[in-house]
């Protein structure tokens, strides 16, 4: 069971919505665990607020902004603002900031001019570097000494920072960009793999595959294991089963099953059709 799981266990077994993690005093961020379920729930954010979705998915809105949540999807929501959520199985880290803190201030720090957005929204992978910088900064509100304030704006500012990298790589992420990745690392990658990769959620990266290429991640790297697998083929020094393990595939029979979906023959037929062309004879 994961920490997440473990922590939507004690939540249930509690029987209530929220765990507070700390009350927070001074200059201190107060920090909670919310639990939400199917029946939608609003609130009204009496400062400036971090929110960080680690489970569940649907509908969030904050003022008159709505989207489709996702695990990994952050906000930083300014005070005042209404927000409403429904979430299947939803889990949700919300850090509610000091006084001290203002978007106005973090623009600065991030050396963001007036007009430019910090970013309201964002999607990052919960064990990638941004969300792990999320996560930091929200595990700061256990300390209440004289330094607590500083370091957790210092976390705070670094998981924005990653934040709005990863959305300016993903307005980058091409086609061309997607298939270099993959033709690096189709032996052994996974959709997972590939998206902590690029510090995005898997489900928020499955979407973009799909709308950038038209195919889904799975079918562009069966795609390459496919064509390597030909290429391999044609060469007489290599076995059958030494090319299964090269282009990563550890079972024989799923491996002629692709093959025989793919070129309509199996890997022997191929082979002899391919020692043909080259005018070898064994």
Same mark, same amino acid.
């Given at each position: 069971?994961?920490?997440?799981?473990?922590?939507?266990?004690?939540?249930?077994?509690?029987?209530?919505?929220?765990?507070?993690?700390?009350?927070?005093?001074?200059?201190?961020?107060?920090?909670?665990?919310?639990?939400?379920?199917? &029946?939608?729930?609003?609130? &009204?954010?009496?400062?400036?607020?971090?929110?960080?979705?680690?489970?569940?998915?649907? @509908?969030?809105?904050?003022?008159?902004?709505?989207?489709?949540?996702?695990?990994?999807?952050?906000?930083?929501?300014?005070?005042?603002?209404?927000?409403?959520?429904?979430?299947?199985?939803?889990?949700?880290?919300?850090?509610?900031l000091p006084e001290a803190f203002s978007?106005?201030?973090?623009?600065?720090?991030?050396?963001?001019?007036?007009?430019?957005?910090?970013?309201?929204?964002? @999607?990052?992978?919960?064990?990638?570097?941004?969300?792990?910088?999320?996560?930091?900064?929200?595990?700061?509100?256990?300390t209440s000494d004289s330094v607590s304030?500083?370091?957790?704006?210092?976390?705070?500012?670094?998981?924005?920072?990653?934040?709005?990298?990863?959305?300016?790589?993903?307005?980058?992420?091409?086609?061309?960009?997607?298939?270099?990745?993959?033709?690096?690392?189709?032996?052994?990658?996974?959709?997972?793999?590939?998206?902590?990769?690029?510090?995005?959620?898997?489900?928020?990266?499955?979407?973009?595959?799909?709308?950038?290429?038209?195919?889904?991640?799975?079918?562009?790297?069966?795609?390459?294991?496919?064509?390597?697998?030909?290429?391999?083929?044609?060469?007489?020094?290599?076995?059958?089963?030494?090319?299964?393990?090269?282009?990563? %595939?550890?079972?024989?029979?799923?491996?002629?099953?692709?093959?025989? &979906? %793919?070129?309509?023959?199996?890997?022997?037929?191929?082979?002899?059709?391919?020692? @043909?062309?080259?005018?070898?004879?064994?």
């Open positions: 069971m994961t920490e997440i799981a473990k922590l939507q266990k004690k939540l249930q077994e509690a029987g209530d919505a929220t765990l507070p993690l700390s009350k927070g005093k001074g200059q201190t961020a107060a920090c909670t665990f919310v639990l939400l379920g199917d &029946k939608a729930e609003g609130w &009204k954010n009496d400062s400036l607020t971090a929110l960080l979705l680690l489970a569940g998915t649907g @509908r969030f809105r904050a003022g008159q902004q709505k989207w489709q949540v996702k695990p990994g999807d952050w906000f930083l929501l300014a005070a005042g603002q209404d927000c409403k959520a429904s979430l299947k199985e939803g889990l949700l880290v919300q850090l509610v978007v106005k201030d973090l623009k600065k720090d991030l050396m963001l001019g007036e007009a430019e957005e910090v970013g309201t929204h964002g @999607r990052v992978a919960v064990d990638g570097p941004a969300g792990a910088a999320f996560l930091a900064a929200l595990n700061e509100y256990q304030s500083v370091l957790l704006k210092s976390q705070l500012l670094t998981a924005l920072a990653l934040a709005l990298r990863a959305l300016n790589e993903v307005g980058s992420l091409s086609e061309r960009e997607i298939r270099r990745y993959i033709s690096e690392n189709y032996v052994s990658t996974s959709v997972k793999d590939a998206a902590a990769y690029y510090q995005l959620s898997p489900n928020y990266f499955s979407d973009l595959v799909k709308k950038k290429t038209g195919q889904s991640f799975i079918e562009l790297v069966d795609e390459q294991k496919m064509e390597t697998a030909v290429r391999l083929l044609a060469r007489p020094d290599l076995s059958i089963k030494q090319i299964i393990g090269l282009v990563g %595939y550890r079972g024989k029979s799923f491996f002629y099953e692709k093959f025989g &979906k %793919y070129y309509g023959m199996s890997p022997a037929a191929k082979r002899k059709e391919l020692f @043909r062309q080259q005018g070898i004879n064994l």
